[in-house]
């Protein structure tokens, strides 16, 4: 656990409990603090109450002695619950940091002797694949690297580490928001779309939350900016026309030949940072990089793991060796000639679009909540769904909006569709011995319930491919 021994005796409020707002509460105990702690869901206080936890309305607060507010939340819906809460802390003057920020100010009080090298990465989109995978390639190569934030572990949970260590920060540009201290060795800038604008309001806004990843950072740190959607390129751009020196922001590509920076196309990666481009590696048999959308992440992985020392043959052995990230195009295996694929996190359409141009012969099982209105882009992957399985309110509407390029099978419920779509691919495989159908389950739609759907499709395939090996 990260010591926050400024906070000793010090009165605190904590908002949420989300993964973030827990692991604060116990640092703060931990460092002799007195935390005050609240969440609006009556069903989450009681739960907090049972650990230990008190629970205490903010109007209760002793607003004229906090010295911070900390947002419990680790996603985009917790932020927008806590505006009630940032409107009080701005009426009283207190300060609101994020849990980030107070494990910055942590590592801020070590001397340059003891400081452990930090690895910080946001975006809208591929931040967990990205940030699992550089933790895995420093692990592989003999680093003591631990991921944390948005994805692993809460950053105030993670071990207390000294320069030895790597820290490899998963962080959404709402908790960044609130962070003024983090200092990167590599700070890491994915894309910044639609879904970060529409809660920043403004692009402009959401840009300045975003780009404080390269706050606090100093000559020798490396800014890495993905140029593969265009408000990230003006960024890219922005940014390299601001500094006198360019050697330390590298862009990064999975979509296009660079000119200037390191991108990734057709299994191989390249690095153009000088005046000739040059192979870095050949990553075709990675199981954990399928499909093309995972391209942005093995560039900016290299582009890290260079920038900290790792040779590019280190590199590429311990890409191809890692499985790749449970929910995120993560392939479980096989049964009886049928693969399965669980991309359970994939809650957007663009998201279970890549999944579905990744592969052919697909049997797909998706649905959700309607709340989008774009289905008809599904038909970009059209081509390799043999049949769909859908569920939930979004079933119908997915179903006629691509009535014209695959069949659907409307299901009564997640359990329904995932069996029904097993019993297709065993159908297919059964029929023609040369078709490995692959099953994906991939929802393209929210819900409060895709994390039992997923478990559920993860317990059922996994029971299936452990009975070929009873």
């Not at 849990?99 to 001397?111: R, S």
């Not at 908790?175 to 060795?185: E, P, S, V």
Request: glycine share 10%; with cysteine; aromatic share 8%.
């Amino acid at each position: 656990m990260i010591s926050l021994r400024a906070y000793t005796d010090k009165a605190v409020g904590i908002y949420g409990a989300g993964s973030a707002g827990l692991s604060a509460h116990a640092a703060f105990a931990a460092a002799g603090a007195h935390p005050f702690f609240w969440d609006e869901n009556e069903q989450v206080r009681q739960r907090v109450s049972a650990t230990g936890i008190k629970c205490i309305p903010p109007k209760d607060w002793p607003w004229d002695e906090l010295a911070v507010i900390v947002p419990g939340f680790s996603t985009r819906p917790g932020f927008v619950r806590a505006t009630r809460i940032l409107g009080l802390a701005a009426e009283h003057s207190v300060p609101v940091r994020s849990d980030v920020d107070l494990f910055a100010e942590a590592m801020a009080a070590k001397t340059a002797a003891e400081r452990p090298r930090i690895v910080g990465i946001t975006g809208t989109h591929g931040k967990s694949v990205t940030a699992a995978l550089i933790t895995h390639v420093l692990n592989a190569s003999g680093h003591d690297a631990w991921l944390g934030g948005t994805a692993g572990d809460s950053v105030l949970n993670l071990p207390e580490g000294g320069a030895g260590t790597t820290y490899v920060l998963e962080i959404l540009p709402q908790t960044l928001a609130f962070t003024r201290q983090l200092r990167c060795d590599a700070g890491v800038l994915l894309n910044l779309t639609a879904l970060d604008v529409r809660y920043f309001k403004t692009a402009d806004k959401a840009v300045r939350a975003a780009t404080r990843i390269f706050r606090n950072q100093r000559d020798d740190d490396a800014m890495i900016i993905g140029v593969d959607d265009i408000l990230s390129q003006k960024i890219c751009t922005a940014i390299t026309a601001s500094f006198n020196t360019g050697d330390n922001i590298i862009a990064v590509s999975g979509e296009a030949t660079l000119g200037l920076g390191v991108f990734s196309l057709d299994g191989r990666v390249f690095d153009a940072r000088s005046d000739k481009t040059a192979s870095l590696g050949t990553i075709t048999r990675a199981p954990g990089i399928f499909g093309a959308h995972f391209n942005q992440a093995a560039a900016a992985t290299y582009a890290v793991c260079l920038h900290l020392g790792l040779t590019a043959p280190l590199i590429t052995r311990a890409v191809t060796a890692w499985p790749g990230l449970p929910g995120r195009l993560f392939c479980m295996g096989d049964h009886q000639e049928t693969v399965f694929f669980d991309d359970g996190a994939a809650s957007w359409l663009p998201s279970t679009i890549a999944a579905l141009n990744a592969g052919e012969d697909i049997i797909w099982i998706g649905g959700g909540e309607h709340r989008q209105r774009d289905y008809a882009r599904l038909r970009e992957a059209g081509d390799g769904v043999l049949k769909a399985f859908l569920y939930g309110e979004a079933a119908e509407p997915i179903a006629r909006a691509t009535a014209r390029t695959f069949d659907s099978v409307l299901c009564a419920s997640p359990e329904d569709a995932i069996r029904a779509a097993l019993k297709e691919a065993r159908r297919l495989a059964e029929e023609d011995d040369i078709a490995m159908p692959m099953v994906l389950f991939s929802p393209g739609c929210p819900g409060a319930g895709q994390g039992a759907n997923q478990a559920l499709f993860t317990r059922i395939v996994q029971s299936l491919i452990e009975s070929d090996a009873a």
